[in-house]
């Protein structure tokens, strides 16, 4: 029914509407039906072709300090030639704002905490004229990020809505106990299950849906992060972000518009058409990019849901003062780190301080990745500091007379 209501809301006779899910759904694709989309049909290659180019142009004007309003690519209103984010009509936004996280927790003792979330099947915008049927925590990817303190009783509830399809739980990776609650949760639609456990490790942890295929579960978006606090909480910063990674595997190639149909075979042979930040082409680049000051601090929160690849996580332009490898949150961060590894199931925390005003892209360093829709950005606005950069202009320095 979802996926019947995304076509509804889809533009009719878009010469580009030819998913090959989407043919033979609407009875309408006979020829398209036979063809192997990966080298048949000129019209998905001229597609690939396009969101490559386009991709690299927003690529391009990024690593070279954006200023590229008027170009290429649209200026969104946050300058700097990033293409405006469209929503499609009837289709949900499911993009997680890396914002959107419960402040640090005030200095207290342990307590009793409550925990509330909801398995929601949803059809939501993947990329510019594209959705796919993901299933989330709370209706956003990644799910709702929870923040308890080491030594805190957490009471979990996990609703499965009504108008779900399939089973679903949770698999919290800071539980100590079977299946880290995934066993206790599982839950038919409409049910609603729950457990009861002691945070006794402080740390960044991933959750999951563990529902078989976990994969499968894990890759359609239902993945987020727990933040237990060590005691006396973590060193105070000006901002902090909420970033996943992830991947999605779709029968059509990337680039295809309409609404996007789950390739199992992909997913089994490791094979991702998209990777992603916090659900979706474009996330936090023309939807909702990061943004600070120059001389503040800022925290990035980064998990990979996965379900399959390691990111190499990197911010273009900036050097992360402090690491929290593995997200061990207990010992002495690392200095002055330019890459991470990052696992699935993993997560890390870093910080840096902001000097230099521009555009700072988040990537992961596999670098064919950003083709696949992998790319943030940090927007950071302040003055000027010519003591730590500044570009010169050979045609008007005296020194190339
Ligand atoms: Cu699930």
Redesign the pocket.
């Known amino acids: 029914m979802c996926r019947m209501a995304a076509y509804a809301a889809l533009p009719k006779g878009n010469p580009e509407f030819c998913g090959r899910g989407m043919g033979s759904m609407f009875g309408s694709g006979s020829a398209a039906g036979a063809l192997d989309p990966e080298k048949d049909n000129p019209m998905r290659i001229h597609q690939k072709s396009r969101f490559t180019a386009s991709v690299s142009v927003l690529a391009l004007s990024l690593c070279l300090g954006a200023g590229l309003a008027g170009s290429a690519a649209a200026d969104d209103g946050h300058g700097g030639g990033v293409p405006a984010h469209v929503q499609m009509e009837g289709v949900a936004d499911i993009v997680r704002a890396p914002t959107d996280l419960p402040p640090p927790l005030a200095q207290r003792g342990p307590e009793h905490v409550r925990i509330d979330m909801q398995?929601i099947e949803v059809t939501g915008q993947l990329d510019d004229g594209a959705s796919y049927h993901y299933?989330t925590f709370d209706g956003k990817v990644p799910g709702p990020f929870v923040r308890v303190r080491v030594g805190d009783t957490v009471e979990v509830h996990l609703k499965n809505a009504d108008d779900s399809v399939?089973?679903?739980?949770v698999d919290f990776h800071a539980v100590t106990g079977p299946g880290g609650g995934g066993m206790a949760t599982q839950a038919a639609p409409g049910e609603a299950k729950g457990f009861v456990f002691k945070a006794l490790n402080p740390g960044l942890y991933v959750y999951h849906?563990?529902?078989p295929p976990v994969a499968q579960?894990i890759s359609?978006g239902?993945y987020g992060l727990i933040l237990v606090e060590p005691e006396g909480g973590l060193p105070k910063v000006d901002r902090e972000f909420y970033v996943m990674q992830g991947e999605l595997y779709t029968e059509e190639a990337i680039g295809a518009k309409g609404d996007l149909m789950e390739s199992y075979d992909k997913l089994i042979a490791e094979r991702p058409e998209y990777y992603l930040f916090n659900g979706a082409v474009g996330a936090l680049t023309g939807q909702k990019p990061l943004t600070a000051k120059v001389g503040e601090t800022v925290r990035i929160y980064f998990g990979v849901g996965g379900p399959n690849a390691t990111s190499s996580f990197h911010v273009i332009g900036e050097i992360f003062d402090r690491v929290y490898s593995f997200a061990d949150m207990t010992s002495k961060p690392l200095t002055n780190v330019q890459t991470i590894t990052v696992p699935p199931g993993g997560a890390a925390a870093v910080e840096f301080k902001l000097e230099v005003p521009g555009k700072y892209i988040l990537v992961d360093h596999a670098l064919s990745r950003l083709e696949k829709g992998l790319v943030g950005i940090l927007n950071v606005e302040g003055p000027d500091n010519p003591a730590v950069f500044k570009v010169l202009n050979p045609e008007k320095s005296a020194a190339v007379n």
């Open positions: 398995t299933w399939l089973m679903h739980n849906c563990a529902t579960h359609a239902m």
